[in-house]
């Protein structure tokens, strides 16, 4: 069964509202958990680490101020799109995994698709 | 910095073939592990093996077996037996060792994989 819960797996919303996203980790605590962002066809672009109890660590180019990422326990992480207009349309997918970090696979939710209209 | 370059934007392979599918990297960690997920239409990440880099031998999982050539720095998967549920994208991806790493995936760009009957 899936370890990793994301909700909604499909939203749509008008833009300038704001919405968020849920990732559970369900049968393991996650100290860290990762926000990804996919557009059609292409590949899985890294925009954060969520750091339960701290801020989060933004890749390069992501606004942090744009995408609220929340990590207030070690089984729930938060992604608050803010303001969407609809170029912030995309698949948005959370991933959490052990703590090994190149002997454990990260596991992932199953994707938000966002479309802002 | 750490990259992954899958070359192959699309492959077509028959039913009940093997295909293999290219991955090379770039690191300059001693530790790190190598990941393959398949990325159906849906939407979700699935799991398919892994290989770390001080295995010396190459990664196996069912129909899944991935042709890990450090010098070369590749990490190919090939599929055995493809089946029309094959049909997916399959994505090469790499987390890197150490205790200042976070443990996060970077992805290659993807190959599409069709199997026909």
């Known amino acids: 069964g899936a370890v990793v819960s994301q909700h909604p797996s499909w939203v749509i919303c008008k833009s300038g509202t704001s919405v968020k996203i849920e990732c559970r980790s369900l049968d393991f605590q996650a100290t860290t958990m990762f926000w990804y962002r996919q557009f059609p066809k292409q590949s899985l672009m890294l925009m954060a680490t969520s750091n339960e109890g701290s801020k989060a660590t933004y890749e390069q180019g992501v606004e942090k101020d744009k995408f609220l990422i929340n990590h207030a326990s070690l089984t729930l992480s938060t992604l608050t799109v803010t303001s969407a207009h609809p170029e912030d349309s995309s698949f948005y997918i959370c991933?959490?995994?052990?703590?090994?970090?190149?002997?454990?696979?990260?596991?992932f939710g199953n994707g938000t698709r966002l479309t802002v209209t | 910095a750490q990259k992954i370059t899958q070359t192959q934007p699309g492959m077509f392979v028959q039913e009940k073939e093997a295909v293999t599918l290219d991955c090379t990297y770039d690191t300059s960690d001693q530790s790190y592990g190598l990941f393959w997920y398949k990325q159906p239409s849906s939407g979700e990440m699935i799991f398919l093996i892994y290989q770390g880099s001080y295995d010396e031998q190459n990664a196996t999982e069912g129909r899944y077996s991935l042709n890990f050539q450090k010098a070369r720095k590749s990490a190919n998967l090939v599929i055995s037996a493809s089946q029309l549920g094959d049909s997916a994208m399959y994505f090469c991806?790499?987390?890197?060792?150490?205790?200042?790493?976070?443990?996060?995936?970077?992805f290659g760009q993807g190959t599409t994989l069709q199997v026909k009957p």
């Open positions: 991806a790499m987390r890197e060792g150490g205790s200042s790493n976070t443990g996060k995936l970077i």
């Open positions: 991933s959490a995994g052990g703590q090994d970090p190149y002997n454990s696979p990260l596991h």
